[in-house]
Nanobody, 123 residues
Framework: QVHLLESGGGSVQPGGSLQLSCVAS????????VGWFRQLPGKEREGVAV???????NIDDSLRYRVTISRDNTKSKVNMQIDRLQPDATAIYYC?????????????????WGQGTQVTVSS
């Protein structure tokens, strides 16, 4: 059974940074594309950043200069840091894993999802 366990969510002040981590089990992590989606209040889930087994990244254009994503295949772990957070980044952030045909930010391409971790940006 596949499990994706997120950590690192919480509250942060505007302008601050946050690091999210996800540890996977029960799947071929090193052969999967992994990363993060988010769901803003009242919105559908959207892709934030994903990373392939060869460390090729796809990051949403609106976040490209504020997001860093990395993976450690030896620990089946994917990390994401978001800098200069603003209140509009308040959302539930989900770890995802799958084998899409390309390094996709489309949610339909990801078979496995974590439970999500809440990130709240507020002063």
């Amino acid at each position: 059974q596949v499990h994706l366990l997120e950590s690192g969510g919480g509250s942060v002040q505007p302008g601050g940074s946050l690091q999210l981590s996800c540890v996977a089990s029960g799947l071929d992590f090193s052969g999967s594309i992994v990363g993060w989606f988010r769901q803003l209040p009242g919105k559908e889930r959207e892709g934030v950043a994903v990373i392939s087994a060869f460390n090729v990244r796809n990051i949403d254009d609106s976040l490209r200069y504020r997001v860093t994503i990395s993976r450690d295949n030896t620990k089946s772990k994917v990390n994401m840091q978001i800098d200069r957070l603003q209140p509009d980044a308040t959302a539930i952030y989900y770890c995802v894993a799958g084998r899409p045909p390309y390094i996709s930010l489309r949610r339909i391409h990801y078979e496995y999802w974590g439970q999500g971790t809440q990130v709240t940006v507020s002063s």
